[in-house]
């Protein structure tokens, strides 16, 4: 078993701003965000890690490697979601959730 630390970069993980390179930003614990290798899985595709998804998205499980999620949008407020779509808070940012399409 591993321990990973991440240190809270204060990158805004909604618009998916202030990291540099090719990273993203990510909602890693509560409102601690992180910049980390962007990933490749837009919204609504499977992924097994946080940043399997593109910046400004999360995993909606991070589990076991025969267990995978789908990535979900990070969000402020409900007008950061899509219409069929709901911000669910957890602090500072939430995911929204609602119906995914799976791609």
């Known amino acids: 078993m591993y321990d990973i630390c991440f240190r809270d970069d204060g990158c805004d993980p909604v618009n998916n701003k202030g990291c540099s390179g090719g990273d993203g930003c990510y909602l890693i ?17 499977r992924c097994k890690i946080a940043w399997d998804c593109v910046g400004g998205a999360v995993c909606s499980q991070i589990l076991p490697p025969e267990t995978t999620g789908f990535c979900l949008k990070v969000c402020k407020i409900q007008e950061d979601c899509q219409n069929f779509e709901t911000c669910i808070s957890n602090g500072i940012y939430g995911i929204c959730q609602g119906a995914v399409e799976v791609k």
């Open 29 to 45: 614990f509560g409102s601690d965000t992180s910049c980390l290798p962007a990933g490749g899985q837009e919204v609504g595709q």
